[in-house]
């Protein structure tokens, strides 16, 4: 797994939204994007409880390399590295959310291997389309909270 891995959350190419937003002032852009950022974030913070049924392997390789890992000290607990780095990148309209830590498209990503579905781990795909509703409230509300403090509601 490299170490440069990023997972990002980019939601672009969505015209309609694109020319909306265009129509808000400034302030209000970047509040809503801010706000369903925070959201977002929080949304992807969340575990599943930690499972009691047996880890579903991908390939025995998988399995013999985190056993290996297992008897050097590593993997004994959860270490809430991957929750933790969840975090907003930048300002305003150009927020953008991401997971620098290397293996999250692995647990939450495109690439979230059959252990980590079984268990239970909801993907950002999964987590938009579930919470898209939130993630649009979330955004209004910042909108809403930029037009007040421009006056202009």
């Known amino acids: 797994m490299p170490n440069n891995s990023l997972i990002g959350i980019d939601i672009q190419g969505i015209a309609t939204i694109q020319n909306?937003?265009?129509?808000?002032?400034?302030?209000?852009k970047d509040m809503g994007v801010e706000a369903a950022n925070?959201?977002?974030?929080?949304?992807?913070?969340?575990?599943p409880p930690v499972p009691n049924k047996p880890f579903v392997w991908s390939s025995d390789k998988q399995r013999r390399y985190v056993m290996a890992k297992i008897s050097k000290g590593g993997y004994t607990r959860r270490t809430?590295?991957?929750?933790?780095?969840?975090?907003?990148?930048?300002?305003?309209?150009?927020?953008?959310?991401?997971?620098?830590?290397?293996?999250?498209?692995y647990v939450q990503g495109d690439n979230q291997i059959i252990g980590h579905k079984t268990n239970n781990?909801?993907?950002?795909?999964?987590?938009?389309?579930?919470?898209?509703?939130?993630?649009?409230?979330?955004?209004?509300?910042?909108?809403?909270?930029?037009l007040k403090k421009l006056k202009l509601n």
């Open 38 to 47: 925070e959201y977002i974030v929080n949304l992807m913070q969340v575990q």
């Open 121 to 146: 781990w909801q993907t950002i795909e999964m987590n938009l389309k579930n919470k898209g509703k939130e993630i649009l409230k979330k955004f209004e509300g910042g909108v809403k909270s930029a």
């Open 80 to 105: 809430q590295e991957l929750r933790n780095a969840w975090k907003t990148v930048g300002n305003g309209y150009q927020q953008m959310v991401v997971n620098e830590t290397p293996y999250a498209d």
């Open 20 to 28: 909306r937003l265009n129509k808000l002032p400034g302030l209000a």
